[in-house]
């Protein structure tokens, strides 16, 4: 027989409904439950985000990307393009060539980043899907088009397909042994035109700056020749992606970085799971707080029940179950309100993902309510910090309930 939990359970269920203890724990409960709730609704959320990061992300970045450890390019030779396609899982490798370039349509220009790519891109990425107006190819037939980003678009009012006045853009003219741009501006820029064949909304960052055209394009405006910024590969078969990377990185050495998804955009990825622990932090003090009633209910119930205390003692109950006892009646407290806590976050969390009832509030937002996604992992750290919690306000009254002397008390 658990005499240490009989105690707790009769202490905790005790009739006098009244009693100032039992209001100090039902108060207790209720703080608890409530932190519990917003505990895991919160992590949820930045759980959701997350993803949603990686979703829209996910829409133009490659599986993985290589690019050069020193300098911002490469030489593209034959040697390197057979190491990369004859790495086992690689199933499509692409050609980028990425740099600054100056755009003009009308009287109006801006600095954009212009991506060239070759021809076998969209098998690296679900991109047209984010196609608004137009078409995604950027080769129709003898013709070069852009790709154009929506917040680009609105910024140049740029028209698709007009072919008399099509897109300029211009990059610095690199002359050998000189270090400064010509006086001339004919002969300071290079300069190419090219018809703007659709439009893209993927992410506020691409869509206000980016231009995707074909890699021959970026070749002659540019002036790379054989030269690359990143090669991007798409995993394929039953390779693990992790895999693939490990090859890569070994099969190229030391002078070239292979990253994937997370990675290239880890500093944003970062910045939201740091974010997440202090909000993990922050609740968890609250949770703390709102605990402290344990404390106090559970140090009045050791003077309320010094008698029944003493009496104990005297009749061999040792010190240990003394204290075991008071300690459960603080785990019991605690317990009925995480668990009230988890049930009704975990509800609130299902029936966001479900009804999407919460809207983020902005006609321009990405999506139309909060994202939601529920992680085992946080309910896990989330019961170790209740426990700890409790057992850090309730191990004083039981203490001192253990130490209790019994001749002062019969």
Not at 35 to 48: E, P, R
Not at 177 to 202: C, V, W, Y
Request: glycine letters at 6%.
């Amino acid at each position: 027989m658990n005499v240490p939990l009989l105690i707790a359970k009769r202490y905790f269920l005790s009739k006098k409904k009244r009693n100032i203890i039992t209001i100090i724990s039902n108060i207790s409960m209720v703080g608890v439950a409530v932190g519990t709730m917003a505990l895991i609704v919160v992590l949820s959320v930045f759980n959701g985000l997350e993803d949603l990061v990686r979703s829209l992300y996910g829409k133009s970045d490659p599986n993985l990307a290589i690019t050069a450890v020193h300098g911002k390019s490469f030489e593209m030779t034959p040697a390197l393009r057979a190491t990369v396609q004859n790495t086992a899982g690689v199933a499509l490798l692409t050609e980028v060539i990425e740099d600054n370039a100056l755009l003009q349509y009308h009287d109006r220009q801006m600095v954009v980043k212009m991506r060239g790519l070759s021809d076998n891109y969209f098998g690296q990425s679900p991109i047209d899907s984010s196609i608004v107006a137009g078409d995604h190819r950027l080769r129709r037939g003898d013709l070069e088009y852009a790709l154009v980003g929506e917040g680009v678009q609105h910024e140049l009012s740029i028209t698709l397909d007009n072919r008399l006045a099509p897109l300029k853009l211009l990059y610095p003219r690199q002359v050998p042994g000189r270090k400064t741009l010509s006086i001339n501006p004919d002969q300071a820029f290079n300069e190419e035109n090219i018809l703007a064949g659709g439009i893209f909304h993927i992410e506020q960052k691409l869509d206000d700056s980016y231009l995707f055209v074909p890699l021959s394009f970026a070749q002659r405006l540019l002036g790379y020749g054989n030269r690359r910024t990143a090669l991007y590969v798409k995993a394929g078969g039953n390779y693990q992606l992790d895999d693939v990377k490990d090859a890569l990185r070994e099969s190229l050495g030391s002078d070239f970085a292979v990253q994937d998804s997370d990675e290239q955009h880890v500093s944003l990825l970062k910045a939201i799971k740091i974010e997440k622990l202090f909000v993990f932090i922050t609740f968890a003090f609250i949770l703390l707080i709102a605990s402290l009633n344990i404390f106090f209910s559970l140090s009045m119930l050791v003077i309320d029940k010094r008698k029944d205390i003493a009496v104990l003692l005297a009749m061999g109950a040792s010190e240990q179950t003394v204290r075991r006892s008071f300690l459960l009646v603080g785990a019991i407290v605690a317990l009925v309100g995480a668990v009230s806590g988890l049930v009704l976050g975990v509800s609130i969390c299902w029936v966001q993902q479900t009804f999407h009832l919460v809207s983020m509030g902005m006609a321009t937002s990405i999506v139309d309510s909060y994202p939601v996604k529920m992680q085992a992992s946080d309910i896990f750290f989330i019961c170790l910090a209740i426990i700890a919690i409790t057992l850090a306000v309730s191990i004083r009254p039981a203490l001192n309930a253990g130490r209790m002397d019994v001749k002062e008390n019969l």
